[in-house]
């Protein structure tokens, strides 16, 4: 049984940090490319970063410069490191994990974790 599980959403201000954990279990972890996406009220969900088996990153434009994407395969799981927040990164973030080996594709999801960006 898949699962991706995150973990560290919550309620900060304007110009703060919050780290996103993503642990995953029932796939082999270091052939996937992992990401987070997010998707506020009333919007379509949208890619916020990924990062591929062999770690090259792919960033939406707006969060260029504050977020940073990192996995670490040994303990199965991928980060989401938040810095200077803004109202507008408020959605609910979901961790992404998609695989595609030859004839073989494979995409999970998990349940997704609240972050709020008010003052």
């Known amino acids: 049984q898949v699962q991706l599980v995150e973990s560290g959403g919550g309620l900060v201000q304007p110009g703060g940090s919050l780290r996103l954990s993503c642990a995953a279990s029932?796939?082999?972890?270091?052939?996937?490319?992992m990401g987070w996406y997010r998707q506020a009220p009333g919007k379509q969900r949208e890619l916020v970063v990924d990062?591929?088996?062999?770690?090259?990153?792919k960033y939406v434009d707006s969060v260029k410069g504050r977020f940073t994407i990192s996995r670490d395969n040994a303990k199965n799981t991928v980060y989401l490191q938040m810095n200077s927040l803004k109202p507008e990164d408020t959605a609910v973030y979901y961790c992404?994990?998609?695989?595609?080996?030859?004839?073989?594709?494979?995409?999970?999801w998990g349940q997704g974790t609240q972050v709020t960006v008010s003052s």
């Open positions: 029932g796939i082999v972890f270091r052939l996937y490319t």
């Open positions: 990062i591929t088996s062999d770690g090259s990153t």
């Open positions: 992404n994990a998609k695989m595609s080996l030859l004839t073989v594709a494979r995409e999970y």
